[in-house]
């Protein structure tokens, strides 16, 4: 076995490594190589990319609905997990107290730390985007930060949004200003004057799906307040890497990357990749070629220079495939180059090293330097002899830090989060308290709600068996996705890696088996394919790919039960011809509406003997989410991804009467792309909207829309879970874990039944506060209140005196546990029947 087949099977749990002996060839090497493009292609769809202007106006649009709501709202809770980590793209060192460490997550934000990781604490949940590209803490002033917003590796789930510009802290990280480059798409690294912390470096690579000007080197004199493009190669190559002199700043190195991306093509190399020196500050620029790598078939290169003996660098290539091309170090300040022994690191890159590039030497040492690719190698002699040092260590490395006062220290950042090591890289401690893990869905164990599972990006299936943030582990290898715990028998769970990996466990999940039996292996299947419960017999469940099957023996074996429901096989890699979502109507199990990432929507209501097509009058948008009345077959909610090109498009409608019209009600959400649509199972009207850029709920089916609650990160929310008997809604986030709300003390108490002309009333009634009851009798009469279940079990009886007629006000505490949940307040009078009296219940 090579080096990448030993790694990747050294930090794999048991369950992935039968997953990946049950894989053909070629599916391994797809399943353990890059991610594909499919949160971009949700988004771009129909057109293949995202305006940049639709996009800035909606975040906008976003922002100033949060900043304009109340601050009194019900908070979100935090719900783990802190112990997985996610992936890092930079890490930072403040430069005399080595306990202080800012991270920067892929998609999650900046951390920070002030015992050395103990805690830590997000700084940067105000920003526009937490999308973190670098750190840069100025050498002179540490308390001066500066911070680069977009991921410049050119893979993940990060990558459907570029970044927001550059961002300076003037306290460590407590407040931030927006310095611009706003359209500078992703910055690769940020160098500042090693005296001057006004003065700074900004690699900036440029829009990952389109090409455009505002990439290359930029610099400013004053702090951000005006920035100078210095280095520009061509519309499609930007900077990725730079470096400043640490005796003399007016000498500085600059990388630039040829990189063009495309829904249907990827090209990651070029003439236009260089390392490239000035020794005025910027003004003039040499490309650097003696002894290195030169023409079209160049890639991503990363390079690092030695403090302690600055004339000494060290190169690291790829080709424009991605892979290994070498380590490179010069002697005499770049003027020439050569090649090192660096055979032993020819599988490090496997054929993706555009998602890596980095280099480090050693700030004390000029023969000490380490190489990051999958695993990290480090040298000791100059290049002339490598070693493998990150062994148990989370694969893909992005960043390194090696303290200065102690080289032996090192910090590094990968997508398994921060890995600390205080022997040269010899063992490593991972740390298990930063909430950066990219969720794709959620679920809840219903015969123990305090069981939490989900699907996340590098690391799995997750769960707690104890609803604590730190015990989480993974039950299921791959990029986590669906995962099901039969809401009957929680012996059976079921997970899914990508491309619809679907399993079955019949252990409550300590060992899984696959479970496609019966499904089409040509059939196409989503990057993350939808599986759902049949919402009254999870025996039977129902899974998407071009055509929907059904298994009624909990997924022994499926059957189709319809024909291609898309417009056939997707196009390069901007959909997949494939059915993206599912929506099993619990009033009606005949009833099934689905839909695909090619813009339609289906439904049967004969359980797939008969399909009608229901998109005329739908936006041609990826379809993301559909939800339906639990009442009323015929009402559903379609959510849609996507951007505005010239009109408004709405990204949530509903019909009344089974798609065959539709309403938008969408107005008054920000434009953004809408990804899980929950209707409240209980109130009429109310909906739950997961959306890019937060949550919004609605009391009145759309005509108001509100932010929902206090506390969520500005991060993509991609996934709902509700546990009905608590009231409790948890959402998954991409890039910071999962959090949970009570519903209950966001809607308040809530009249159920509006029908009713007489006294007695429906109330969702929740915990043991007491209930604010308002009489209004149209006689003095005595009154008698009952409280009893759906059942008709009496809970509670109270006797009011006789009063004057109209409004008595006054506090009900029954002295009982009431469990959420709809109960029945019956209104009576011993002294006459039929006297109307009318009760309010209000919050208390």
């Not at 951000?224 to 890497?241: H, Y």
């Not at 059939?523 to 419960?533: G, I, L």
């Not at 929902?708 to 008997?725: A, W």
């Amino acid at each position: 076995m090579n080096v990448m087949s030993l790694k990747s099977i050294s930090f794999l749990t048991l369950p992935m490594i039968f997953l990946l002996s049950c894989m053909h060839k070629t599916e391994k090497q797809d399943f353990i190589r890059k991610p594909v493009d499919e949160m971009f292609a949700q988004r771009a769809y129909p057109h293949g990319d995202i305006p940049f202007e639709a996009f800035s106006n909606a975040l906008d649009q976003a922002l100033n609905m949060r900043s304009n709501s109340k601050r009194d709202e019900v908070a979100w809770n935090f719900a783990g997990p802190l112990n997985m980590g996610g992936r890092l793209s930079a890490v930072e060192v403040h430069p005399s107290q080595p306990g202080v460490i800012y991270a920067g997550a892929a998609s999650g934000g900046v951390f920070r730390t002030v015992n050395g990781g103990a805690s830590w604490q997000p700084l940067f949940d105000n920003a526009h985007v937490l999308s973190v590209g670098d750190i840069a803490i100025a050498p002179s002033s540490p308390q001066t930060i500066y911070v680069g917003t977009g991921e410049a590796n050119a893979g993940g789930g990060s990558l459907a949004y570029d970044g927001y510009g550059i961002y300076r802290s003037d306290d460590g990280g407590e407040n931030w200003q927006h310095l611009g480059l706003t359209a500078s798409g992703s910055i690769g690294r940020i160098a500042v004057h090693p005296t001057d912390p006004e003065t700074v470096y900004v690699a900036a690579m440029g829009r990952l799906f389109a090409n455009n000007s505002e990439r290359g080197l930029y610099k400013t004199n004053d702090g951000g307040q005006n920035w100078e493009q210095l280095l520009f190669v061509n519309d499609s190559t930007g900077a990725v890497d730079v470096l400043v002199h640490p005796l003399n700043p007016e000498t500085v190195f600059a990388v630039t990357w040829e990189r063009v991306r495309r829904p249907h093509r990827r090209s990651y190399g070029g003439q236009g990749c260089g390392i490239w020196k000035s020794i005025d500050g910027g003004q003039n620029w040499t490309k650097l070629q003696l002894g290195l790598p030169t023409g079209q078939n160049v890639g991503r290169i990363g390079i690092s220079m030695c403090e302690s003996a600055p004339e000494t660098l060290y190169a690291i290539y790829a080709d424009r495939t991605g892979y290994f091309d070498g380590v490179y170090k010069t002697t005499n300040g770049g003027n020439s180059w050569t090649r090192t022994n660096d055979g032993t690191l020819g599988g490090m890159y496997s054929s993706f090293g555009w998602w890596f590039g980095r280099i480090y030497a050693d700030p004390a040492n000029p023969n000490t330097v380490y190489a990051l690719g999958l695993d990290m190698f480090k040298s000791t002699d100059g290049g002339n002899s490598w070693v493998m040092t990150t062994s148990g260590v989370h694969v893909d490395q992005h960043d390194l830090v090696i303290l200065p006062q102690n080289t032996n220290t090192l910090y590094l950042g990968n997508d398994g989060g921060l890995y600390t090591s205080v022997n040269g890289g010899s063992g490593w401690t991972h740390n298990k308290f930063l909430p950066v893990t990219q969720f794709y869905t959620c679920e809840i164990d219903e015969q123990k709600p305090e069981r939490l599972y989900g699907g996340a990006q590098d690391l799995g299936t997750l769960r707690t068996l104890t609803g604590q943030f730190g015990d989480w582990y993974t039950i299921y290898g791959g990029d986590g996705f669906r995962v099901l715990v039969d809401p009957t028998d929680n012996n059976f769970v079921y997970a899914e890696y990508q491309y619809g990996g679907f399993a079955r466990s019949v252990n409550g999940g300590l060992s899984f088996s696959q479970a496609l039996n019966g499904i089409n292996s040509n059939d196409r299947k989503n990057w993350h394919t939808p599986v759902v419960f049949n919402p009254l017999n999870p025996k039977s469940l129902y899974l998407g790919a071009n055509r929907l099957y059904k298994t009624t023996q909990r997924a022994i074996l499926w059957q189709a039960i319809s024909s291609d429901l898309t417009k056939g096989p997707g196009g390069g890699n901007l959909v997949y011809g494939t059915i993206s979502c599912i929506e099993v109507s619990k009033a009606d199990t005949n009833v099934i509406y689905v839909g695909t990432d090619d813009g339609k929507v289906w439904v049967t209501q004969d359980e797939g003997s008969q399909w009608t097509d229901i998109s005329a009058g739908l936006p041609n948008r990826w379809v993301t989410t559909l939800s339906s009345r639990p009442e009323n077959p015929a009402i559903i909610y379609v959510g849609l991804s996507g951007y505005r090109y010239d009109s408004y498009i709405p990204h949530i409608l509903k019909s009344e009467n089974y798609g065959l019209n539709w309403t938008d009600i969408s107005t008054g959400l920000p434009e953004v792309p809408v990804n899980k649509i929950l209707a409240d199972p209980l109130l009429e009207g109310v909906l739950y909207v997961a959306t890019d850029f937060g949550m919004y709920y609605t009391t009145n089916d759309g005509q108001e829309w509100n932010l929902m609650g206090s506390g969520l990160p500005n991060v993509p929310i991609t996934d709902l879970r509700l546990y009905e008997p608590e009231r409790k809604l948890l959402c998954a986030t991409y890039g910071r874990s999962m959090y949970s709300i009570n519903l209950d003390e966001l809607t308040g108490f809530r009249e159920i039944n509006h029908n009713l002309t007489t006294g007695l009333k429906a109330y969702y009634l929740h915990g043991n506060q007491g209930f604010g009851i308002t009489l209004e009798m149209q006689n003095a009469v005595n009154v008698q209140l009952t409280l009893t279940d759906l059942s008709g079990k009496v809970l509670a009886v109270k006797h009011v005196g006789a009063s004057l007629s109209g409004q008595k006000h006054f506090t009900w505490k029954p002295g009982i546990r009431i469990k959420p949940g709809i109960y029945i307040i019956a209104a009576q009078s011993p002294d006459q029947k039929n006297v109307a009296v009318k009760v309010v219940v209000s919050h208390q």
